[in-house]
């Protein structure tokens, strides 16, 4: 079965950090791509950062110079390192990745930034 699990999300005023984090199970992930996805009330879901199986990343551009993704394969864990934050980051972040024939998603988290 797999299993994606974010965390990290929160409070934080403009201009300030916050790293999430998805723990995955189930997968092969270090053959994974993983993905971030948000989605702000009212709007699509978005894809914001990719990284593949061999550490190539790609970012949106409305986060390029601030966002990282990284991944650790000894933790089964992706990463997203949030700085410079703005009220227009505000939404619910979702890993995801595809697996044999499936995509899968974890539940989200909550990402509020204050201005």
């Known amino acids: 079965q797999v299993l994606l699990v974010e965390s990290g999300g929160g409070l934080v005023q403009a201009g300030g950090s916050l790293r999430l984090s998805c723990a995955a199970s189930?997968?092969?992930?270090?053959?994974?791509?993983m993905r971030w996805y948000r989605q702000a009330p009212g709007k699509q879901r978005e894809l914001v950062a990719a990284?593949?199986?061999?550490?190539?990343?790609d970012y949106t551009d409305s986060v390029k110079g601030r966002f990282t993704i990284s991944r650790d394969n000894s933790k089964d864990t992706v990463y997203l390192q949030m700085n410079c934050l703005s009220p227009e980051d505000t939404a619910v972040y979702y890993c995801?990745?595809?697996?044999?024939?499936?995509?899968?998603w974890g539940q989200g988290t909550q990402v509020t930034v204050s201005s």
């Open positions: 189930g997968i092969i992930f270090r053959l994974n791509t």
């Open positions: 995801n990745t595809d697996y044999e024939l499936g995509s899968y």
């Open positions: 990284i593949t199986r061999y550490g190539t990343t």
